[in-house]
Structure formats: C-alpha cells, structure tokens
C-alpha cells in the first residue's frame, strides 16, 4: 500500500524526506517516490505498476569441475529513480556522485533485497538454489543513471555437468520491472569448456481472460507469488 505523503505534515523538500526513510530499505523508499509523482501530479495513473525499471546484466561464476558458484549482477536503474535515490548525497556538492558517496544507499539495497530473495531465482529442475549474503556489493552513478552491482554465492555450489538450470530475475509482486540484456543476460565466467548459457526470453503463454489485471489485483500479489514467473525472461545454464 502507498504511502501518502500529503497526511499529517507539509512536504519541504526531498533531502528531509529520504534521509529518514534511506533506514527503511529500499521498497520503502520506492513507494515514497511513487507518492510524491502522486502527490505533485506529475503522471497520471502514478499508483499502476510497475513503479521502477531495471537494465539486468548477470554473470555466471562458475569454479572447478564446472560447478556453478555464484551470480553476479549488473543492475541499471531508470533515471526517475535514480534521480530521486541521490537526492542529498552529494556531500561535496560538486554535481558527482561517487562510490564513497552511494556507500550506505548501496548497503541499503544489498539489506532490503534480502525480503525478496534478491529478486534472483535459480532452479535446478524442480529444485530452487538458496543465495547466501551478497558480497562485493557498490553502486556507480554515470551523472543520470545508478547501477548496482552486487554477487550472490550459491548456498552450495551446483555442478551442472551433464544438467541443466535456469535463472530468472522479475520481481514477484511486479513493483520493479526488469529487463534483461540478451547479449548479455546471463554470461559465464571462468574458462569452463562446455558450458554455456542461453537467453530464451519470456515463453509465449495464454492469460486467463478472466484475469482482471487491476492495482488491486497487483497489490495482492507478494513475494512468494508465482504469477509474475511465468512472464519473465528465462535463461537456460547447460554444461556437457
């Protein structure tokens, strides 16, 4: 549910406003950027979702014997976004924001993103691969756009020799919308000779027509539904 602004208190400006909520995690403050596009008009139909669009680079890391051992992502937030994730960090005013200046909203993203499961799901046939804790975690702004990059170790490695998985990133409740990279929606890293990855998209599917896809249908949706899966983009990981 979207958290009105406009309740209780005058809004002044956006630093008074993200400080406090930076704490609460990202989703949070997600909806508060959706309330303000409400509350000052600027779209719409500000409450439809998705609210947030990523550009989505995974790399495959794969150690000895061909056994998968982590994911690392590569994730490109829209500009609207990430011009309001910024406001207030640039410490040194000096119109860049850097590395040492995004350290806590990157750590804010790392920590929130564990609700989700990292928005990041891996399945060897019907069984799902759990992550540990992130590590190697930043964020870069390129003077319009954050990026995100972070790596997932694998709970226990998996050896595909001989097997196939697949990975998938969406957001289940369909508030962050993401879009892979073909080229390079899921690379493998390491000299691993017969393992590849391949990009199948999104597998052409009937919608029940009695499906009513309203904010109310959508805000029902939470972080174990599996509506949203069979919609997003799948990438094969195969070894021989």
Same mark, same amino acid.
């Given at each position: 549910?979207?958290?009105?602004?406009?309740?209780?208190?005058?809004? %002044?400006?956006?630093?008074?406003?993200?400080?406090?909520?930076?704490?609460?995690?990202? $989703?949070?403050?997600?909806?508060?950027?959706?309330?303000?596009?409400?509350?000052f008009?600027?779209?719409?139909?500000?409450?439809?979702?998705?609210?947030?669009?990523?550009?989505?680079?995974? $790399?495959?890391?794969?150690?000895?014997?061909? !056994?998968?051992?982590? *994911?690392?992502?590569?994730?490109?937030?829209?500009?609207?976004?990430?011009?309001?994730?910024?406001? /207030?960090?640039?410490?040194?005013?000096?119109?860049?924001? %850097?590395?040492?200046?995004?350290?806590?909203?990157?750590?804010?993203? *790392?920590?929130?993103?564990?609700?989700?499961?990292? &928005? !990041?799901?891996?399945?060897? /046939?019907?069984?799902?691969?759990?992550? %540990?804790? =992130?590590?190697?975690?930043?964020?870069?702004?390129?003077?319009? $756009?954050? #990026?995100?990059?972070?790596?997932?170790?694998?709970?226990? =490695?998996?050896?595909?020799? /001989?097997? #196939?998985?697949?990975?998938?990133?969406?957001? =289940?409740?369909?508030?962050?919308?993401?879009?892979m990279?073909?080229?390079?929606?899921? #690379?493998i890293?390491?000299?691993?000779?017969?393992?590849?990855?391949?990009?199948?998209?999104?597998?052409? $599917?009937?919608?029940?027509?009695?499906?009513?896809? !309203?904010?109310?249908?959508?805000?029902?949706?939470?972080?174990?539904?599996? &509506?949203?899966?069979? &919609?997003?983009?799948?990438?094969?990981?195969?070894? #021989?």
């Amino acid at each position: 549910m979207v958290v009105w602004l406009a309740l209780g208190f005058e809004i %002044t400006t956006f630093r008074s406003i993200v400080r406090p909520i930076r704490h609460d995690g990202l $989703r949070e403050m997600v909806r508060v950027f959706v309330s303000l596009i409400a509350f000052f008009g600027a779209y719409g139909g500000a409450t439809a979702h998705p609210h947030v669009f990523i550009d989505s680079q995974s $790399r495959l890391i794969f150690g000895a014997e061909k !056994t998968l051992s982590a *994911v690392a992502h590569k994730w490109v937030f829209d500009e609207a976004f990430s011009a309001f994730a910024v406001q /207030g960090l640039d410490e040194n005013r000096d119109g860049i924001y %850097t590395r040492e200046e995004l350290v806590e909203l990157a750590q804010v993203n *790392v920590d929130s993103l564990a609700e989700f499961d990292f &928005f !990041t799901f891996l399945d060897l /046939g019907e069984t799902p691969i759990d992550f %540990t804790t =992130p590590i190697d975690y930043w964020l870069d702004h390129d003077g319009s $756009r954050l #990026t995100l990059n972070f790596t997932l170790p694998l709970a226990d =490695p998996i050896n595909l020799d /001989g097997r #196939t998985a697949q990975i998938q990133v969406f957001d =289940p409740t369909i508030f962050v919308a993401f879009f892979m990279d073909q080229e390079k929606a899921a #690379t493998i890293e390491g000299a691993i000779d017969g393992c590849r990855s391949i990009y199948e998209g999104v597998e052409e $599917r009937e919608i029940d027509a009695s499906t009513n896809f !309203t904010d109310d249908f959508l805000a029902s949706l939470d972080a174990v539904d599996e &509506f949203a899966a069979q &919609f997003a983009e799948v990438v094969k990981i195969s070894c #021989t």
